[in-house]
């Protein structure tokens, strides 16, 4: 079946440091891949998408690349802020089972000043 | 637009006790999930309506867990007899298409079951 491995967290950067966060998935076909975001006390939001390999998924400064050949799909910043601490879900959607998410356990960000 | 509604947002009650939450989804989107969140898990997909029928629900504990939608708009999840593993959040998300891939869920803030 479907399923995201996601690096464990918690990651704590400083503010204007760098962040990666990776997430590889098996799945049958070709699925989307998303990243959700879940803000303290918030529900989840999505923070960007891609729908076929080598697309790359991009929103508030956050960019994410459908890889196939290493089936990842790996969150950057080129540098966070604070209000960036958050949970972030991978999250894939198979092509045969309508649009269910299937999500990785989240990797929690802390960003310190 | 109006997000997705949840209530109650927090729910105590002791093991053996029934609960119910409530989901009022984005206005015309037919498709509605519900969602289980285990703290420090991702959200595991509990049954998923298309209009006011089922798509998926093999995942769903039906001896204890049942969810409907009457008329395909709101929606409710009821626990009866509620466990100590049932505490979660409970997650009801909804979108506008059925068509597999782009599609993007809208999700509500969520209802967080404390079971004692």
């Known amino acids: 079946g479907n399923s995201v491995t996601q690096m464990e967290g918690p990651v704590t950067l400083s503010e204007e440091a760098f962040l990666t966060i990776n997430c590889t998935y098996t799945?049958?076909?070709?699925?989307?891949l998303f990243w959700y975001v879940q803000y303290p006390g918030e529900g989840l939001q999505l923070l960007l998408k891609?729908?076929?390999?080598?697309d790359k998924g991009s929103n508030k400064g956050f960019e994410a690349t459908y890889r196939k050949e290493t089936t990842s799909f790996h969150l950057e910043k080129g540098s966070v802020q604070v209000s960036d601490s958050a949970v972030y879900f991978c999250a894939l959607s198979g092509r045969g089972g309508g649009n269910k998410l299937t999500f990785g356990t989240g990797t929690q960000l802390k960003v310190e000043l | 637009e109006a997000g997705v509604a949840q209530s109650p947002r927090y729910k105590i009650i002791e093991k053996r006790q029934s609960v119910a939450f409530w989901c009022n989804p984005i206005s015309g989107h037919a498709t509605l999930y519900w969602y289980q969140q285990i703290l420090g898990q991702g959200p595991k997909l509990l049954i998923q309506?298309?209009?006011?029928?089922?798509?998926?629900d093999s995942q769903l504990p039906k001896d204890r867990f049942s969810a409907e939608r009457l008329k395909g708009v709101d929606s409710t999840l009821k626990i009866q007899p509620a466990k100590l593993e049932d505490s979660a959040v409970y997650l009801c998300?909804?979108?506008?298409?059925?068509?597999?891939?782009?599609?993007?869920?809208?999700f509500g803030a969520g209802s967080r079951l404390t079971v004692l």
């Open positions: 998300a909804s979108s506008l298409l059925t068509s597999p891939g782009a599609n993007v869920l809208t």
């Open positions: 799945a049958t076909g070709y699925p989307s």
């Open positions: 309506f298309q209009n006011n029928g089922v798509v998926d």
């Open positions: 891609a729908t076929k390999a080598d």
